[in-house]
């Protein structure tokens, strides 16, 4: 979008949802990107808390949550007057962490949910294979789907690879007084210098690796700067005794990686899995689809209305529901020995792991178990690296005294710009934002683009000349 891409309602679109509907065709001619979505997302309903990301998904995939696979109801025209200048920097390929999960044995149902705006994802794979098993692919399939799409949109140009940032700071500093301390230029000062700096709000300072390992550093400046990061940088830890062995696993790659080379398979002891999410759950059908016995730990009760299966249409997600059945109807008893394939341990902690590969477990009141493993994994959600930015970003949060999360603790923002409320010009959308699905961080691209493609009109309205005396005034 912000390359000039905009999405119109199609001319014989038809919304199910009549509301939105005539509220769309009131402004027909405009781009979505033009109109006003606070507006236009009034009184929709979505499985993401921030309402633009409802509004688009509901543009891209009407009614998809009722197992609908209905058209999108926009085209996309590109109006290169509209591109707005900017780079994306990442540490890998576009895709960002669908490329860790290469090598992995786990197959996903694709949905039409996960493709972007622009290239279908059937049309993309079948023209890269023969024939499509159903609609399950693999994880390196969506990687290099995405890295394609930046190729088939001509946005290669904006993009460098291999960057890591280091540093994303706030400009309007003064040069560095005789004490080595920086001065905060004075009120007065600003306003003067201000022109200047105008489209020099932040500073950004990094490195790119190259070919032969070596480091290139870069200071870039910038008005605006979106965070685009996820969340999966720092995965979570149990801190618990013997967390470290080498048979301990705190990533889907890593444990996906021992299954598919083998370490695993035909090993009579289970895998220990600790926690009740999506990440988790892939390990559970990762294991069970290779005939690896699994011991399943989580904190929370299998009714505990919070759990994230609670929140899948069952038509969409077969397969995390199939685990989500294992972990209500095949839990452990006492007068019951572990299952052969898969047992689950409700409001089970692990309270240590041993070095002769066992661990404790223990349930909420108080009584402890002891079991072999073969190896364990740790997939108790992340945090992201927001190291960059001052306070490792915890300022930005709604609560300022804890680390950004995806669930807990994610950025405050506001909900139809993406501006976070406590930093102006800095942006954030994906998980930091709570949106773990691709079909909702959509929305949040949406929202930071009519935020600046609005800022930029209301810029050069201002960019005129009043002549007085002689003297020309911008």
């Known amino acids: 979008m912000l390359s000039g891409y905009r999405p119109y309602l199609s001319s014989e679109a038809i919304h199910p949802n009549t509301i939105l509907h005539s509220k769309l065709e009131e402004a027909r001619h405009l781009s979505i990107v033009d109109q006003d979505l606070e507006y236009l997302s009034e009184g929709l309903e979505g499985r993401s808390s921030n309402p633009v990301a409802v509004l688009f998904d509901a543009l891209l995939h009407p009614d998809a949550d009722f197992g ?3 058209p999108s109801i926009l085209h996309w025209k590109l109006e290169q007057h509209h591109y707005i200048p900017h780079l994306v920097l990442g540490k890998g390929p576009p895709g960002g962490a669908w490329h860790n999960m290469e090598g992995s044995m786990l197959t996903i149902s694709f949905g039409n949910w996960m493709e972007l705006p622009g290239l279908k994802f059937k049309d993309w794979v079948s023209s890269k294979r023969r024939n499509l098993k159903g609609d399950r692919v ?7 789907y995405y890295k394609h799409y930046v190729k088939v949109m001509g946005l290669q140009k904006n993009f460098r690879e291999n960057t890591y940032i280091t540093s ?3 400009l309007y500093r003064d040069q560095v007084d005789n004490d080595g301390q920086d001065r905060d230029i004075s009120t007065q000062h600003l306003q003067i210098e201000k022109s200047k700096f105008t489209k020099r709000n932040w500073e950004i300072r990094g ?3 190259i070919g032969d390992g070596s480091h290139i550093p870069f200071c870039l400046f910038a008005e605006n700067v979106a965070l685009a990061t996820g969340t999966l940088d720092s995965p979570g830890r149990l801190e618990i005794d013997g967390e470290d062995f080498p048979f301990v696993f705190h990533s889907m790659p890593e444990f996906g990686a021992a299954i598919s080379k083998g370490k695993l398979c035909g090993k009579v002891d289970p895998v220990l899995i600790v926690g009740s999410g999506l990440t988790a759950a892939d390990a559970v059908l990762c294991a069970y689809n290779n005939n690896v016995p699994v011991i399943h ?7 505990d209305p919070s759990l994230i299966f609670k929140q899948l249409p069952k038509k969409l997600y077969p397969e995390y529901h199939k685990v989500y059945h294992m972990m209500c109807t095949q839990s452990y008893s006492l007068d019951s020995n572990l299952l052969s394939d898969y047992t689950s ?3 089970h902690h692990v309270l240590s792991f041993k070095s002769d590969m066992k661990c404790i477990l223990q349930n909420i009141s108080g009584l402890k178990k002891i079991f072999k493993l073969s190896a364990a ?5 992340s945090h992201p690296n927001l190291s960059f930015l001052k306070e490792q970003g915890c300022y930005l949060g709604h609560n300022s005294s804890q680390p950004i999360t995806c669930k807990g603790n994610p950025v405050e923002i506001d909900a139809y710009t993406y501006e976070c409320v ?4 800095l942006f954030a959308l994906g998980p930091l934002v709570g949106d773990n699905f691709v079909r909702f961080l959509k929305g949040g691209a949406l929202g930071v683009t009519r935020c600046l493609a609005t800022r930029q009109k209301k810029k050069k309205q201002h960019l005129f000349v009043e002549r007085g005396g002689g003297d020309g005034i911008a």
């Open 68 to 70: 609908y696979d209905y």
């Open 138 to 144: 693999m994880p390196e399939e969506i990687a290099r």
């Open 168 to 170: 994303v700071s706030r």
């Open 207 to 209: 490195y790119q690796r």
């Open 297 to 303: 730990v989580f904190r929370r009760r299998v009714t």
């Open 345 to 347: 341990f409700p409001e």
């Open 377 to 381: 994994v740790v997939l108790i959600g």
């Open 422 to 425: 406590k930093e102006a010009n």
